[in-house]
């Protein structure tokens, strides 16, 4: 019997993502992702204001908190490694905005972002971090392995790419289950070019698997660019080959990643199998505290924050289109402080965990 025609979202211009065409000539290079809307371009309107307001708290929560993360790790408090998600705040908190609660979340090593826009207490994350018992592991995993069945968030991941297959296979249990749930499975510009998300990938698609790839584009994976690493360095179209359609989303923008969200999950949940959102952002610190990041310079990093921010491009829409005035705004700033104070002191005060620990959780291959 042949196989119905697979629908495939429009892409800008009005192409698909697997057009099946012939590759166009190879263009001049550019340095920088394109961002905001050009001349003409509709620009997206804000959403109601709780919603435009919680969208604001979420992005200036995970920046507080990195920020205090930072500042600990410096004094000693965190130990082995810890990887800041601070400038790409606006993918997870615009894909998490339009999230259904059954749909699963596993991610990277560079994880406490996604793990505060799911929703768990900052607390749990902190004290995780500094290897307390009060940890969402119970001091035992530190920065890259935290997890929370309740919240349906599957993991932070230190081994590169791996949460890719995982993901896959929380899209096929969303899928036995008849839970109409999509598994949203995040990774890196440095994990794309991993074997194990193309077998991923084709896996997927051949089953229909309601997956959603999010592919966070930072510019340079540990410290290499995009296009000194990957021959193909637009990845939203890595999944052409497995007619896996795929996106290119502004990701230093909250308001477009709701949107490309929303029609990317809707077009999975309709039974389309799985789907790519390249979110084109950046991260302002190094790959991981130990980084000098002496691989960009300084001017570049400068630029992005004064014209790319996520936080900023918010405020100043809310300002302008007076939604909010700089009162309103500077409170929330002060209960955001309050809140990653409060975690912060709570993860100096808890109790490390007792020696006992060592011996639970622990699987035993007899």
């Excluded at 997870?92 to 505060?116: A, C, F, N």
């Excluded at 809707?266 to 199998?273: A, L, V």
């Excluded at 190094?286 to 310079?297: C, F, L, N, Q, W």
């Excluded at 705004?329 to 402080?337: A, I, M, Q, Y």
Aim: aromatic share 8%; hydrophobic share 35%; with cysteine.
């Amino acid at each position: 019997m042949a196989r119905a025609t697979r629908k495939t979202p429009s892409k800008p211009g009005g192409g698909k993502a697997a057009s099946g065409k012939a590759p166009a000539k190879r263009t001049a290079r550019k340095t920088a992702a394109k961002r905001g809307p050009a001349a003409g371009e509709a620009v997206i309107p804000l959403p109601d204001r709780d919603t435009t307001f919680s969208l604001y708290r979420q992005m200036l929560l995970i920046r507080r908190f990195e920020e205090k993360a930072g500042q600990m790790y410096g004094m000693g408090l965190i130990g082995g490694f810890c990887h800041l998600y601070i400038g790409q705040e606006a993918v997870v908190v615009g894909l998490q905005s339009v999230k259904e609660p059954q749909d699963p979340v596993i991610t990277s090593y560079r994880d406490h972002g996604h793990m505060l826009a799911c929703g768990i207490d900052p607390k749990a994350v902190m004290a995780e971090l500094t290897g307390r018992a009060g940890g969402l592991s119970k001091g035992k995993g530190g920065s890259m392995h935290m997890f929370s069945r309740e919240k349906g968030f599957y993991g932070g991941h230190g081994i590169v790419g791996a949460q890719v297959p995982l993901g896959t296979g929380l899209a096929f249990a969303q899928k036995y289950q008849q839970t109409n749930g999509v598994s949203l499975t995040y990774f890196g510009d440095g994990s794309a070019n991993q074997g194990q998300v193309y077998e991923s990938f084709n896996m997927a698609e051949l089953w229909r698997l309601p997956v959603l790839y999010v592919i966070e584009n930072n510019q340079y994976a540990m410290g290499t660019a995009v296009r000194r690493a990957s021959a193909q360095a637009e990845l939203f179209r890595r999944g052409e080959s497995f007619n896996v359609p795929g996106k290119p989303v502004d990701g230093m923008d909250v308001l477009a990643v709701r949107e490309a969200g929303r029609e990317a999950l809707d077009f999975i949940r309709g039974g389309n199998g799985p789907m790519i959102l390249e979110m084109k952002t950046y991260r302002y610190r190094g790959h991981s505290m130990s980084d000098p990041a002496k691989y960009r310079s300084k001017e570049e990093v400068n630029r992005m924050r004064a014209e790319h921010d996520p936080i900023d491009q918010l405020k100043k829409r809310m300002l302008a289109e007076g939604m909010a005035d700089e009162a309103a705004l500077k409170e929330v700033d002060r209960e955001v402080k309050a809140v990653v104070s409060e975690a912060a002191e709570y993860a100096q005060n808890c109790p490390e965990p007792d020696p006992s620990e060592l011996y639970t959780d622990v699987l035993i291959d007899a």
